[in-house]
């Protein structure tokens, strides 16, 4: 799933400057956990006047053998203050952080860092130097996140950058940013989560009484039977097509409970026999539970010392 926002420039992947420097990565992989954790950093920015309107970070993952793909599994936040004449970087707490990961036996190293704004500009080239230097000789990509949306819904763009020096002199405000393709990678367990935070947020509903709740839950079970019952019987006649997928289902929630006895004339004598026999298997399982309390209780009884 692409995470960038419609663009037309060119993906470009150059050669390398030099012999020490790396080819840089065509490909840009990203975990949903790291989105969610840049989107909360930016919510939880300073709101004074003072304060930037975007917030940095650090991109933890790892390279692939060839280095052509990057795996964006991490990230924390930087501390930084910017404004039109200056910027500064909490560089001592960003290796702090370094260094605290590495005692907790974290894996990934860093990879690059992100910015919570949709647009480049000279700054973005001091910062992205620095961390060239911390990524060496492996080149450092950049993500600009897109954290505004529009009536229409556009909006929260992910794109990622690498960049490449410019002029016979290199110097680390001049370079120039080169797109790299973005992609968000999930496990297919992750995909639940992601489907519910996706989804419209549910309407809430007032809380009741347990005996109406109770009643109600029973209501729409006997309503959900009917539906099935009606089903089969339409099946029967020939009156309605036959699912295959929605008789999987019928057999799997009474198929254990067919009579085998081989009277097909009693429907409901395999059910009813199916549930003695669960509340039998109920029965016998909570009465071992309690010999077992009760044979515990005795035997401390008796190591006790007599008074």
């Given at each position: 799933?692409?995470?960038?926002?419609?663009?037309?420039?060119?993906?470009?992947?150059?050669?390398?400057?030099?012999?020490?420097?790396?080819?840089?990565?065509?490909?840009?992989?990203?975990?949903?956990s790291v989105v969610a954790s840049i989107l909360t950093h930016h919510s939880r920015r300073p709101t004074e006047a003072d304060s930037s309107s975007r917030v940095i970070g650090t991109l933890m993952g790892s390279r692939s053998d060839n280095g052509q793909e990057v795996d964006v599994r991490a990230c924390f936040a930087v501390p930084h203050k910017e404004d039109e004449n200056q910027i500064a970087v909490d560089m001592p707490f960003q290796q702090g952080m370094m260094q605290l990961l590495g005692k907790t036996g974290a894996k990934e190293s860093i990879v690059g860092w992100y910015a919570t704004h949709p647009t480049l500009n000279a700054y973005?080239?001091?910062i992205q130097n620095y961390f060239t230097?911390?990524?060496?000789?492996?080149?450092?990509?950049?993500?600009?996140?897109?954290?505004?949306?529009?009536?229409?819904?556009?909006?929260?763009?992910?794109?990622?950058?690498?960049?490449?020096?410019?002029?016979?002199?290199?110097?680390?405000?001049?370079?120039?940013?080169?797109?790299?393709?973005?992609?968000?990678?999930?496990?297919?367990?992750?995909?639940?989560?992601?489907?519910?935070?996706?989804?419209p947020a549910p309407t809430p509903s007032p809380s009741l009484p347990p005996l109406p709740t109770l009643s109600a839950s029973l209501t729409q079970l006997s309503t959900l039977i009917d539906q099935c019952l009606q089903y089969v019987q339409n099946v029967n006649s020939g009156s309605q097509k036959p699912d295959p997928e929605v008789g999987r289902y019928l057999l799997e929630g009474l198929g254990?409970?067919?009579s085998t006895d081989g009277n097909s004339n009693e429907d409901e004598g395999g059910i009813k026999a199916g549930l003695q026999d669960t509340l039998t298997v109920s029965y016998l399982s909570n009465l071992v539970r309690s010999q077992v309390e009760l044979a515990g209780r005795l035997a401390l009884l008796q190591q006790t010392p007599a008074q």
């Amino acid at each position: 799933m692409s995470l960038d926002t419609s663009s037309s420039a060119i993906h470009l992947n150059l050669p390398p400057t030099s012999s020490t420097q790396l080819r840089p990565p065509t490909l840009i992989t990203i975990h949903p956990s790291v989105v969610a954790s840049i989107l909360t950093h930016h919510s939880r920015r300073p709101t004074e006047a003072d304060s930037s309107s975007r917030v940095i970070g650090t991109l933890m993952g790892s390279r692939s053998d060839n280095g052509q793909e990057v795996d964006v599994r991490a990230c924390f936040a930087v501390p930084h203050k910017e404004d039109e004449n200056q910027i500064a970087v909490d560089m001592p707490f960003q290796q702090g952080m370094m260094q605290l990961l590495g005692k907790t036996g974290a894996k990934e190293s860093i990879v690059g860092w992100y910015a919570t704004h949709p647009t480049l500009n000279a700054y973005s080239a001091l910062i992205q130097n620095y961390f060239t230097g911390e990524t060496s000789p492996h080149p450092s990509i950049h993500l600009t996140i897109d954290t505004e949306l529009d009536p229409s819904g556009k909006g929260l763009g992910i794109k990622g950058w690498v960049s490449t020096q410019l002029g016979l002199s290199p110097k680390a405000e001049n370079c120039v940013f080169l797109p790299v393709p973005v992609v968000i990678k999930y496990a297919d367990s992750e995909r639940a989560a992601l489907d519910l935070l996706t989804a419209p947020a549910p309407t809430p509903s007032p809380s009741l009484p347990p005996l109406p709740t109770l009643s109600a839950s029973l209501t729409q079970l006997s309503t959900l039977i009917d539906q099935c019952l009606q089903y089969v019987q339409n099946v029967n006649s020939g009156s309605q097509k036959p699912d295959p997928e929605v008789g999987r289902y019928l057999l799997e929630g009474l198929g254990r409970w067919s009579s085998t006895d081989g009277n097909s004339n009693e429907d409901e004598g395999g059910i009813k026999a199916g549930l003695q026999d669960t509340l039998t298997v109920s029965y016998l399982s909570n009465l071992v539970r309690s010999q077992v309390e009760l044979a515990g209780r005795l035997a401390l009884l008796q190591q006790t010392p007599a008074q």
